[in-house]
């Protein structure tokens, strides 16, 4: 059975750092590519970022270019979102997503995550900025 376990959420200071983890269970990593989605209150799910199957390719939303890396570890069947100098504005549950066939098109292209392409949705773990 497939299942995506997000992890790493916290209360963090603006400025802070943290890292998310995504743990799959009953698929393989290496054939998929990794989305990371996030929920504020009130707003609707925004993509962040994704990671081709390989872990070659990679993109972002404007909004935390340069702040947050993407990476996976296909041994470890587990996907990771460094993210550093976090702002109010981050603050929201962060969801982890996967597809076999999604194009994860690299920075020369405009970010833009399908999210009804993804499946295997996790419960999400919940970032909070504040001072």
């Known amino acids: 059975q497939q299942q995506l376990v997000e992890s790493g959420g916290g209360l963090v200071q603006p400025g802070g750092s943290l890292t998310l983890s995504c743990r799959a269970s009953g698929i393989d990593l290496h054939y998929y590519t990794v989305g990371w989605f996030r929920q504020a209150p009130g707003k609707e799910r925004e993509g962040v970022s994704c990671v081709s199957p390989s872990g070659g390719v990679s993109n972002y939303l404007d909004s935390v270019k340069g702040r947050f890396t993407i990476s996976k570890d296909n041994d470890k069947n587990t996907a990771y979102l460094e993210m550093n100098n976090l702002e109010p504005a981050d603050t929201a549950v962060y969801y982890c997503?996967?597809?076999?066939?999604?194009?994860?098109?690299?920075?020369?292209?405009?970010?833009?995550?399908?999210?009804?392409?993804?499946?295997?949705w996790g419960q999400g773990t919940q970032v909070t900025v504040s001072s």
């Open positions: 997503a996967v597809d076999s066939s999604y194009y994860c098109a690299g920075p020369l292209f405009k970010f833009k995550l399908v999210e009804s392409a993804f499946h295997g």
